[in-house]
């Protein structure tokens, strides 16, 4: 149970990990970030069963997809924005992700798809007496690949230090010679690429224009939980999130398995408003 | 332009004899309608309403108070299924079971508020849509509350009016949205109202001034809950049957985009904001039947979409309207109404 827990955790930790990035540089709670993974993974579907491209040319046209979605919102209405409060950021990514589930449920029609996958959901293998889903065991690989070449990529890439510098403080970083308005639209591509993984390793269990919700709300949950401007506290509250559901779910009641996440994010808000791993800015007036 | 010489030259409601005319032109209309217009028209008008009222109790949350919320679809839940409960379980008349399901909401409300003391941005955010999910979620569960079948409404009855139809309700209804709407425009005008802008507008320069953060923040999600109460409570008998699915996330995501559409911080533009996108709510629901644009999207969803997500057209639209008001007017309605007001006052000039 621990072991589906990590593996649910998992997702949530890409979701969550995608949001963070974007929260780090442009301080924007990105709504939109399941809706851009749900439209990548339905891209992937239609280059794989449309198109009939194999995966090792779909899959990579599906990464570029995302990070040329991401790029092109951040560029097309982001940067737009005239006053930019959080309010309006979160209406603003409420609204790209209304018009991203519109546009895809009304492509592909409300009814469930299956997405064709090299590895089916239903395999599993056992490691040391626990049997495994083989997909849940990729999922658990690729979010700690993921997880380590985002960390090589902030603390060491020339970019990296940018999209750091960026976020740290605006005005130093262009007088630096940064050019912070590419820095933030790379950072919405590279967000994008890491929410759309989580897509795609979601979309062979279920494939529905509705499927990033749930995900989604748990990796942002994830992110708050961990302070929202840390990965590592992302990605440690989304694995905390993830067993707790599950144990909750296995002991105490199936039915309330979702709601448990939300008291849990409330309470943990409640005694450390910022978030477990990030220290609390105090508001100047 | 407009000079305030004293407090009751700004706390007046009328401020001029034009304005007036116009309020009295607009009740009139309203009076009239019942009996005028085909009886579809009566529960949109209805449904519209109900919306104007949750609106205008969370914009008094939302652009008075500065606080966000995406949970508001449960405090709507808990005053419909409370007035429900009330009336059938413990017999309450309906005038009753009303403002106490209301009550109800704003107890939780406040318990809301509470922890949204140390919250801000997308903590808040995260922290009330949770609450949201969470009601839904329990009240789904939950035998007494009918669980996934849902509740029929009882027979509504004050006194000796039985209100059958839709008109019957219609004339319940209106005068209980004026009242509310009136009501929350004194209050902003109050001390009470004055603390909630001085919150929003810096909320340590406020505690430094003397107003205290505990009591007006937990006060603003109170009165804002008992709002969206009182409208849940109307709502169960528009529809005369709920259950737990109609009380969605995306429900409180239209409630906030009423608010925001219509401008942040103006009774006026809550009320044209919930008019606006209620009406294109149901208007797009069936947008097939629609004349000129209906067969043109029909030939579209056949040849490049699918026939059968037609309906999510909805979802394009409000988020096209939600964005462009963000990127270009963010006062909402209300900002192009007072531009509009400015030109026409210098025209030609």
Redesign the interface.
């Known amino acids: 149970m621990i072991v589906s827990g990590i593996a649910a955790g998992s997702t949530y930790a890409l979701m969550g990990m995608a949001m963070v990035i974007i ?1 780090k540089t442009s301080e924007v ?1 990105n709504f939109a970030q399941g809706e851009m993974a749900l439209a990548t993974s339905f891209f992937t579907l239609m280059l794989l069963e449309q198109r009939g491209l194999p995966y090792h040319l779909a899959f990579p046209a599906a990464f570029l997809f995302a990070i040329g979605l991401g790029c092109l919102l951040e560029f097309a ?1 982001l940067r ?4 930019p409060s ?3 950021f ?3 990514t ?10 895809v ?7 469930p798809k299956t997405m064709p996958f090299p590895i089916s959901p239903y395999d599993s293998i056992a490691i040391g007496g626990v049997f495994i889903s083989s997909l849940e065991l990729l999922t658990l690989f690729v979010a700690l690949v993921l997880m380590i070449i985002l960390f090589i990529f902030f603390r060491f890439s020339k970019l990296g230090m940018a999209m750091k510098a960026t976020q740290q403080n605006h005005t130093a970083a262009r007088l630096m010679g940064i050019r912070t308005n590419r820095m933030l639209m790379l950072t919405w591509g590279i967000s994008s690429l890491v929410g759309c993984t989580a897509g795609l390793l979601i979309s062979p269990i279920t494939m529905q ?1 509705y499927m990033m ?1 749930d995900p989604m ?1 748990k990796g ?2 994830a992110a ?1 939980m961990g302070g ?1 401007t840390s990965l590592p506290g992302a990605v440690f509250g989304a694995y905390i999130l993830g067993i707790i559901e599950n144990l909750f779910g296995g002991y105490v009641s199936i ?2 398995k ?2 448990i ?3 849990i ?2 309470l943990v ?2 005694i450390r ?3 477990l791993f990030s220290r609390h800015y105090v ?1 100047k ?1 | 332009m407009d000079m305030k010489r004293d407090y009751y030259e700004d706390v007046q409601l009328f401020t001029s004899g034009v304005v007036l005319f116009w309020f009295v032109v607009l009740l009139s209309l309203i009076a009239v309608l019942p009996f005028v217009v085909k009886n579809y028209y009566i529960y949109v008008a209805n449904f519209v309403a109900i919306n104007v009222i949750v609106a205008i109790g969370l914009n008094i949350l939302v652009g008075y108070t500065g606080q966000i919320s995406l949970g508001h679809a449960g405090f709507f839940a808990i005053g419909a299924y409370g007035t429900i409960l009330l009336m059938t379980k413990l017999h309450f008349p309906f005038l009753l079971a009303l403002p106490a399901a209301a009550l109800v909401a704003a107890l939780f409300g406040f318990l809301l508020g509470l922890p949204a003391l140390r919250l801000e941005g997308p903590y808040l955010a995260i922290a009330t849509l949770g609450f949201g999910l969470t009601i839904t979620q329990v009240i789904g569960r939950i035998e007494l509350f009918g669980g996934r079948q849902g509740l029929h409404t009882p027979e509504l009855i004050i006194g000796s009016w039985h209100l059958n139809s839709d008109r019957d309700f219609y004339c319940l209804l209106m005068p209980l949205t004026i009242l509310l709407a009136l009501g929350a425009r004194n209050l902003i005008k109050t001390k009470v109202g004055r603390a909630f802008i001085a919150i929003r507008d810096a909320d340590i320069a406020a505690e430094t001034m003397g107003v205290n953060l505990v009591f007006y923040k937990t006060l603003a999600f109170a009165v804002s809950a008992f709002y969206a109460g009182i409208a849940g409570g109307l709502y169960a008998f528009v529809l005369r049957y709920i259950e737990p699915e109609i009380f969605t996330l995306m429900m409180s995501i239209m409630f906030l985009a009423m608010v925001v559409v219509g401008g942040l911080g103006s009774i006026f533009g809550a009320i044209a904001g919930a008019a606006l996108l209620s009406w294109l709510d149901l208007q797009l629901r069936n947008i097939l039947d629609m004349p000129y644009i209906g067969d043109w999207l029909e030939a579209l969803s056949k040849n490049y979409f699918s026939i059968t997500g037609v309906s999510n057209i909805q979802f394009i639209v409000f988020g096209f309207i939600m964005i462009l008001i963000m990127l270009f007017e963010p006062l909402g309605l209300y900002g192009i109404w007072i531009r509009t007001k400015k030109y026409w006052r210098m025209w030609p000039f």
């Open positions: 929260y709670p209405v737009r924005a005239k006053e959080v309010l309006g979160i209406v603003i409420i609204g790209l992700e209304m018009i991203l589930m519109g546009l449920s009304w492509k592909f029609g409300a009814d224009p919700w709300l942002f949950a708050v929202m039915e309330f979702s709601v996440a939300f008291i994010i409330v808000l409640c408003p910022s978030g508001k007036v």
